[in-house]
């Protein structure tokens, strides 16, 4: 899949499990280590874990399975690394805490 496919990918599978708050940004001039960044927010430290796991099931299935992720066994922010997409799926709090909007904001100006 081409960089777009698998953000319309990513952003069609956290869709299916009711992601909140979806963000998306263009990185691809400001980041060596990616080209869009997704961010959305569950409900819970469950509903977090099966956003995640729902991209990562999804994505075994496809030529593109991600590279990686972390923060799955504490399910307050879990980082999938889809190559040219890195989604981060994070509780309101520690999303709140972090406001990645507002670094990636300001880079993908």
């Known amino acids: 899949m081409q960089n777009k496919q698998i953000l319309d990918f990513v952003l069609d ?6 992601a909140k708050g979806v963000l998306t940004f263009d990185v691809a001039e400001t980041s060596s280590i990616t080209d ?3 961010v959305c927010s569950g409900t819970s430290k469950k509903h977090v874990q099966s956003i995640a796991d729902h991209v990562l099931m999804e994505a075994k299935q496809t030529e593109d399975p991600a590279l990686g992720y972390e923060g799955m066994e504490e399910g307050e922010w879990v980082l999938v ?3 040219p997409v890195v989604l981060h799926v994070m509780q309101d709090a520690t ?3 972090y406001q990645l909007e507002k670094l990636w904001q300001e880079s993908s100006k």
């Open 13 to 18: 599978k956290i869709d299916d499990l009711k």
């Open 36 to 38: 869009y960044m997704v």
């Open 81 to 83: 690394d889809l190559g």
């Open 95 to 97: 999303r709140d805490f």
